[in-house]
């Protein structure tokens, strides 16, 4: 079995003081007899003495790297601060509460080498509550394989495996954790496949999340059509918007020639407008053309090819090892 020479665990947590030990010796559990790890768990501004546990368990273990953000800034900032800190040649992140299981880990590094850049879970049978956790999440999730077309059953799952190569060409922010299978395959063209994982109920602490997150779901899913939409060609959105606004400025400047006519006087407020809007859509174009050229400088600074995967039989890489 191929092995990372280092495989880096990411956890964020948010009072979960509960949770540390049981996290830690879990991971600790599963990964011992595969090969190098470490783990590395970050405290998002906790309030409920998270912080002195994870510092504890990291002074027991060298592994174990505990990082603490001096106030809470969200599962995003926490996750991000993760995987920029982690030094495998293959990145696990999972949540910190033990509702994901990390006797899967094995599982999913092993499918990750098999010639994927990406491995999310599918959490089978799910122990959450019907009405404010499963229902909305089988909706969501089916509006972003539609939308995004991305065949993922489980987008909310947080027990994800992915390449080194493949978290130094993600960048996340707002509630994107949930879209990083269809982010990883837009901006990135990564390989992502889907295995199932077991669920557990939440033993210690309290779930940070709710319907009240739905609202920033759909905004993010908005953000992210956008992305898969315009990333390649930004000027379309830009010249879309001026022709709008230029036609609105047409729509004014007849109605300002039309009041002149029937008023036998030139009214200064349709012609201001007209103006305004005019000028308003030249400056959407110029900023569209902008957004061309960037992107264009953008593509010849890249490397002649993009695949993050190695030919198909390749040797091993510095960051594989046989097992």
């Known amino acids: 079995m191929i092995w990372p020479n280092l495989l880096s665990v990411v956890v964020p947590m948010y009072n979960e003081v509960g949770n540390v030990r049981p996290v830690v010796e879990a991971v600790r559990l599963a990964l011992e007899p ?13 309030t409920d003495g998270t912080r002195e546990e994870l510092e504890r368990a990291a002074g027991d273990d060298d592994r174990i790297r505990a990082i603490i953000l001096p106030r809470n800034r969200g599962q995003t900032a926490a996750l991000r601060t993760g995987l920029r800190e982690a030094r495998g040649d293959a990145v696990v992140t999972m949540d910190g509460d033990l509702q994901n299981d990390p006797a899967d880990i094995p599982r999913l590094v092993r499918t990750l080498y098999e010639g994927f850049d990406l491995v999310t879970g599918f ?18 999730n089916r509006i972003i394989r539609w939308i995004t077309g991305v065949s993922i059953r489980d987008n909310g799952c947080s027990l994800k495996a992915y390449r080194r190569e493949l978290v130094d060409r993600l960048y996340l922010y707002a509630d994107f954790p949930r879209f990083i299978p269809a982010l990883a395959v837009s901006t990135a063209g990564a390989r992502v496949t889907e295995v199932p994982v077991r669920h557990h109920a939440r033993r210690s602490g309290r779930s ?33 918007a001026a022709l709008l606004t230029f036609a609105l400025a047409a729509a004014f400047g007849v109605r300002s020639a039309l009041t002149a006519i029937e008023m036998g006087q030139l009214s200064m407020v349709f012609p201001t407008v007209t103006a305004l809007l005019t000028g308003l859509a030249a400056y959407l174009v110029m900023l569209g053309l902008l957004a061309e050229a960037a992107v264009f400088h953008a593509r010849e600074r890249m490397p002649a090819t993009s695949y993050l995967l190695r030919p198909a039989g390749a040797p091993e890489g510095p960051g594989e090892r046989s097992q």
């Open 34 to 46: 595969e090969g190098p790890w470490e783990l590395i768990v970050v405290d998002d501004g906790s």
């Open 123 to 140: 959490r089978e049978e799910r122990k959450d509550p019907m009405i404010t956790r499963r229902i909305p999440s089988v909706v969501a």
């Open 208 to 240: 940070k999340y709710g319907l009240s997150r739905t609202w920033k779901v759909v905004s993010d899913l908005l953000v992210l059509t956008m992305i898969r939409s315009f990333r390649e060609r930004p000027l379309v959105p830009y010249v879309s």
